[in-house]
């Protein structure tokens, strides 16, 4: 082979090797809609963790209240004043959470109300004594 043809193939060759070539990527974000129940869920779960304040399990613990089956706190026993009235506040602040996330859905009262109930009778260690009204209406400790 000819060296003076060599010399420049080889440089050719040399120089092929050393281009880059750039390419672009564009990251688009990706729209998801999530099934509105995965919302609820996550909502009824930070409500039922807010209200595991210590009175208030002492009180269901105790059985001198239990849960209803559309997430109200009823009195089962004999309750000081101060305790009826902390129920009492307690019931309006879960009915104005309740309904906030009713409207904020699109979903019925009801069915929100009987899911947090629910949500909140699955937390409960089983044994654990707390009285609870199940969808049927009847009355059953944990």
């Known amino acids: 082979m000819n060296k003076s043809i060599a010399i420049p193939a080889i440089a050719a060759l040399a ?4 281009l880059s070539v750039k390419t672009q990527h564009e990251v688009k974000p990706i729209e998801i809609n999530l099934n509105i129940n995965l919302k609820l869920d996550k909502q ?3 409500m039922v963790a807010a209200e595991e304040k210590p009175s208030i ?13 559309k997430s109200m706190l009823v009195p089962r026993g004999a309750l000081t ?13 879960r009915k ?11 979903s019925p009262y009801d069915e929100v109300a009987a899911a947090a109930a629910a949500k909140f009778v699955d937390r409960l260690p089983a044994g654990s004594g707390v009285w609870y009204q199940a969808a049927d209406g009847n009355w059953l400790q944990k």
Do not use: H, W
């Not at 120089?15 to 050393?18: A, K, T, Y």
């Not at 004043?81 to 602040?93: G, I, L, M, P, R």
């Open 81 to 93: 004043s101060a305790e009826f009235e902390y129920v009492t506040e307690a019931n309006s602040k």
């Open 15 to 18: 120089l092929v090797g050393c």
């Open 96 to 106: 104005e959470r309740l309904t906030a996330m009713a409207n904020e859905n699109g």
């Open 57 to 69: 399990k002492d009180m269901l613990d105790s059985g001198k209240i239990g849960i209803d089956n």
């Open 44 to 46: 009824l779960e930070e």
